[in-house]
């Protein structure tokens, strides 16, 4: 089970800090990452991360204003989202992408003024 959390109402220009609390699983082991669907769009990757955390792979839209990490003791995955735009605008998953895969519920990143 995949438990994302800290979407919200953001201004441009604006952070968030998504989290994810991995369960039912070997989260150690697993390569995760997040990804976003915005209204009437496809699912899109934004960033991907190795099991121990040491290769981290961006999207093109992420790289400069996003990061990804993970607390392996805490079972939870992160993404810290900088100068969000308009754009930004989607619900957020995080996805267990090592087989079997799996994706969580999703949550909301509205980024308006």
């Known amino acids: 089970q995949l438990q994302a959390s800290g979407g919200g109402l953001v201004q441009p220009g604006g952070s968030l800090t998504l989290s994810c609390v991995a369960s039912g699983f070997t989260f150690s082991t697993a390569w995760m990452d997040w990804a976003r669907q915005a209204p009437g769009e496809g699912l899109e990757r934004v960033a991907s991360?190795?099991?121990?955390?040491?290769?981290?792979n961006l999207e093109e839209s992420s790289k400069g204003r996003f990061t990804l990490s993970r607390d392996n003791a805490k079972n939870t995955l992160y993404l810290h989202m900088n100068k969000l735009r308009h754009d930004d605008t989607a619900k957020y998953y995080c996805r267990k992408v090592t087989l079997p895969a799996s994706r969580g519920q999703g949550t909301l990143v509205t980024v308006s003024s």
């Open positions: 991360i190795s099991p121990s955390g040491d290769i981290v």
